[in-house]
Every structure is written in structure tokens, then in C-alpha cells.
């Protein structure tokens, strides 16, 4: 079985600051790892994934995430956000027994100017 | 870039009738699933399709729901007799057999 817990239900903050939201997850099998961020009235966009490779992945829009095996942690990370930045971001695990994906509660980003 | 499109963006529909949504995959792609978020709650995993059968479902996807690829670039998701429940925004996504599924903007379907 695999889930994954997205620890702030919202984050809030200021224009130029740090970004960082944080997920952890549980899974059977070596997973594979993804964010992705919904804007409103848009589809699921991908941001990010982790597939096995080099535990620090880079995005689009300045996102990274890095892939910590023993905290079991895939936490996604912004040096400066940006107002276009807020939107809800989900963290995603891929079940490599099959293509199904499990996913987080979702991370409200809210951007202050 | 192409990109996954649904229709339509919104559907009111009263309880016991039957919806179709429809979606149409990146073409090339060979991979289709369907998602629902009820309001509040985290997107859910409905089905899997590939090969024209489906490859996998949860428990969710009961006798009410059942998908079809009816041409080469549509793919439905039909839900026979709605309940209140089924309200929620409905995701399709598809893959070209890579991990990364590309998603469509949804359909929101309120059952009255």
C-alpha cells in the first residue's frame, strides 16, 4: 500500500521569500515521486518528478524537490516565490506495480505582494 | 504543446440520469485513466485503460461507471444512474508508456 501526507493543508507567503511545502509518503516499492500544481480553474500540471535518478530533481517556474529516502520526505522548495505562484500543489507517488496514483491532500499557496 | 482536453467544463445533472464525460488524450499517448476530487477531499484513482480493456480499477469504479475508447482520439467515462455522491471534478489523464500522466482541466459535475 502507499500514501502520501502533505503536512500543511495551507501555506502563506510573502512575495520574494522561500517557498517550501513539505510531503512525505509510504510505499511497498521503490516509488516514484511527483509534484504537481493546479491553478485556479486549470488542469493537474506537472512540476517535478523523481524516478530513481538524482535525488535532487529540478522543475519548472524555479521549483526543486529533493528526494530523502531515510525521512521518507519529497519536499518541494522555491528560494523567491513569485505572486503566479500561488495555486494548490500536489504531491504524488506512482505505485510501480501499476500506473495507478495516489495522491495528497494538497497544498493551498497563498502569495502576499 | 499538446495537451489533454474534457468536455464539457461543467455538467448539472439531476439524480438518476446518466452523464458522459468525455476526453480526449495527448494522441500519441496509449495510457488513459480517470480521477475524481470530491470537494474537500484528495483526487482519487477511478480506472486505468490501455489496449482498449481496462488494466486496472478501484473500488470505487463499481457496476455505475464504465469507460470506452468509442473512436481513435475520444475516451468516456459514463455514469449510468447518478447519485448525489458522484458530484465532484472528474480528471482524465494520459501517458505515451513513460511514469509522467498528463492531465486534463476536469469536469465538474454537480447531481441534483
Known amino acids: 500500500a502507499q500514501s502520501v501526507t502533505q503536512l500543511d493543508s495551507h501555506v502563506s507567503v510573502s512575495e520574494g521569500t522561500p517557498v517550501l511545502l513539505r510531503c512525505n509518503y509510504s510505499?511497498?516499492?521503490?516509488?516514484?515521486l511527483f509534484w504537481y500544481v493546479q491553478h485556479p480553474n486549470k488542469g493537474l500540471q506537472l512540476l517535478l518528478k523523481y524516478t530513481s535518478a538524482a535525488t535532487l530533481v529540478k522543475g519548472i517556474n524555479g521549483f526543486e524537490a529533493e528526494f530523502k529516502k531515510s525521512e521518507t520526505s519529497f519536499h518541494l522548495t522555491k528560494p523567491s516565490a513569485h505572486m503566479s505562484d500561488a495555486a494548490e500543489y500536489f504531491c504524488?507517488?506512482?505505485?510501480?506495480?501499476?500506473?495507478?496514483?495516489?495522491f495528497g491532500g494538497g497544498t493551498r499557496l497563498m502569495v502576499k505582494p | 504543446e499538446p495537451e489533454v482536453t474534457q468536455t464539457p467544463s461543467h455538467q448539472v445533472t439531476q439524480m438518476g440520469q446518466e452523464v458522459i464525460l468525455r476526453c480526449v488524450p495527448i494522441?500519441?499517448?496509449?495510457?488513459f485513466y480517470w480521477y475524481r476530487q470530491i470537494l474537500g477531499q484528495k483526487v482519487e484513482f477511478l480506472v486505468s485503460?490501455?489496449?482498449?480493456?481496462?488494466?486496472?480499477k478501484s473500488e470505487i469504479f463499481d457496476d455505475q461507471f464504465s469507460v470506452e475508447r468509442p473512436d481513435g482520439s475520444n475516451f468516456t467515462l459514463k455514469i449510468r444512474s447518478t447519485k448525489l455522491e458522484d458530484s465532484a471534478m472528474y480528471f482524465c489523464a494520459s501517458n505515451g508508456g513513460a511514469e509522467t500522466q498528463y492531465f486534463g482541466p476536469g469536469t465538474r459535475l454537480l447531481v441534483l
Open positions: 504524488v507517488v506512482n505505485n510501480n506495480a501499476g500506473n495507478m496514483l495516489t
Open positions: 494522441s500519441n499517448h496509449l495510457y
Open positions: 485503460f490501455y489496449n482498449n480493456e481496462i488494466s486496472e
Open positions: 510505499s511497498s516499492y521503490s516509488p516514484s
